[in-house]
Nanobody, 115 residues
Framework: QVQLLESVGGLVQTGGSLSLSCAASDDTFRFTILGWYRQATGKQRELVAVQSDGEATRYLDSIEGRFTFARDGAKNTANLEINSLKPEDTAVYYC?????????WGLGTQVTVSS
């Protein structure tokens, strides 16, 4: 069973930056979709950024261009660069991947933004 391995998040001050990375434990797997979700305490999980094969990346509207998603389909990696962090970005961030018939989730990594 392939696993999605996420980098460690961390504690960042408001206005700071953070990079998250995600890699599949088996780089021979070929996913059709890769992306990131997040879930804040007491809220529903929401899509942050996702890219399907042959399509442009879709982002959560409220992130206002602060997030940059980079997918390497050959290496099965999905990186998320987060800039100008705000306290409302505090959440557990989850890597997500999909191939026909199956979807995969990372265990999640905590990002906390201090005000």
């Amino acid at each position: 069973q392939v696993q999605l391995l996420e980098s460690v998040g961390g504690l960042v001050q408001t206005g700071g930056s953070l990079s998250l990375s995600c890699a599949a434990s088996d780089d021979t797997f070929r996913f059709t979709i890769l992306g990131w979700y997040r879930q804040a305490t007491g809220k529903q999980r929401e899509l942050v950024a996702v890219q399907s094969d042959g399509e442009a990346t879709r982002y959560l509207d409220s992130i206002e261009g602060r997030f940059t998603f980079a997918r390497d389909g050959a290496k099965n990696t999905a990186n998320l660069e987060i800039n100008s962090l705000k306290p409302e970005d505090t959440a557990v961030y989850y890597c997500f991947a999909h191939k026909p018939g199956s979807e995969y989730w990372g265990l999640g990594t905590q990002v906390t933004v201090s005000s």
